[in-house]
């Protein structure tokens, strides 16, 4: 397997410890969670997502764990402002803040909350089982370039995640990157649901939700690969991915950094594990490595 030379590293205005960040809404939903993934290895963090009003979310089953991944429907449950609050023990650390809203104006309500308290702001324009929120304003590149831009005038790092579940994701990319993108992180999890066969109805509460983890991991590299060579802002890959060969794959596709998020799930300490064999002091520089499949 190649491996990189050890380092920290600075994407889209970021500046993180190493190429690995904790994908939003996995242990996300306090300072102690947070500040226990970066103390794991973790390079940055990414809180739960956090909106305008605070949401209970859907009903349950709300997560269920399959053979390839998990099927969630959390409906984005969220305390809203109440949670700048947790950040407090975080002062100074890589942590980006998830936010979303229902309009640009929201969107911009939300991030000045947290102005000045955290690193950058991604922006959550993807989630595929949020009704009025996430994936149903992704999906339109006039409002995605938007709500960048509503966020990204503050100056502060703009980070957009993209949903996988539209026609074209290279023309939400340039969206995002005309709005004023620091970067894009591809991808959210894709719409899928499954059923009980002895219950005779869909397992989650919501119908609906989002598949993440290993099933997912082709369709995410498709996605960053496509997105290289569309957009000229960095690039951070997500979904599925679980091995230091995952990240050397998605990072040849053109990621500069990636998340990861379900893997957590089966091993807290993933972020090591994976470090530990990803890194070498002779090894390859991350340039190198970034994109080089286009060759």
Known sequence: MVSIRPGTVTVGGVALENHLILAAGILGTTGASLLRMLTLGAGGVVTKSIGPVPKDGHAGPCLVVLEDGLLNAMGLPNPSQDFVNELAPLTKKPVIASIFGGSPDEFA????????????????????????????????????EACTRAVSRSGAPTWVKLTPNVTDITAIGKAAERGGASAIVAINTVKAMRISTALRRPVLGNRVGGLSGSAVFPVAVRCVYELYEAVRIPIIGCGGIATADNVVEMMMAGARAVEIGSAVQRDATVFELIKNELYAKGGAGAEEIVGCAHA
């Open 109 to 144: 309500t939300v991030a000045g909350w947290f102005a000045g308290k955290v690193a950058g702001f991604e922006l959550n324009l993807s989630c595929p089982h949020a009704e009025g929120y996430g994936a149903a304003m992704g999906s339109d590149p006039a409002l995605v």
